[in-house]
């Protein structure tokens, strides 16, 4: 008798572990958002290369996480990658604020930097971000410097001994 009611126990200790671990798992997927529309503004910018930029990277702003990616589209005009933000409303920039992809170390998640301007006028919902830098793709970095380092080392092979 006392057997089963230890099992008992400790099934539903098993059970209300997993439910946790389920509900935590939920948590992290959707984002863990807990701001509403109403709290924030939504901004717009385009850059030629974003990198690995996803949906809900964070927006920060001196470190601090000010906002979420919100969309990522591929505009048909000029190609270039036009990217949605959601900034929270407390966050005011400044029209001439700049933007640009950054990496959390050197192998981590890419996120958006915003660079507050000096204008006196505030970016609104639906504004655009003009001043933007593109990612630095690790790739593109290492194949840079091969090449100039290919040119290098055959120049110097061309040159004359003396």
Not at 58 to 74: D, I, M
Not at 127 to 146: R, W, Y
């Amino acid at each position: 008798m006392k057997r089963s009611v230890l099992e008992l126990w400790v099934g539903i200790f098993v059970v209300l572990g997993v439910a946790a671990l389920l509900f935590l798992s939920f948590r992290v997927a959707s984002g863990g958002s807990d701001s509403n529309s109403g709290d924030s503004y939504t901004v717009t910018a385009s850059f030629n290369d974003i990198g690995g930029l996803k949906v809900k990277a964070p927006v920060k702003s001196a470190g601090v996480v000010v906002g979420r990616v919100t969309g990522v589209v591929l505009d048909p005009k000029d190609y270039r990658a036009k990217v949605s933000m959601q900034l929270q409303k407390q966050y005011q920039f400044s029209t001439d604020t700049s933007a640009q992809i950054l990496t959390s170390g050197i192998l981590g998640e890419q996120y958006i930097g915003l660079m507050q301007g000096a204008e006196e006028e505030h970016l609104a919902n639906g504004s655009n971000i003009d001043l933007t830098s593109d990612a630095l793709v690790l790739e593109q970095l290492i194949g840079k410097f091969m090449t100039s380092f290919a040119e290098k080392n055959a120049g110097d092979a061309e040159a004359p001994a003396k």
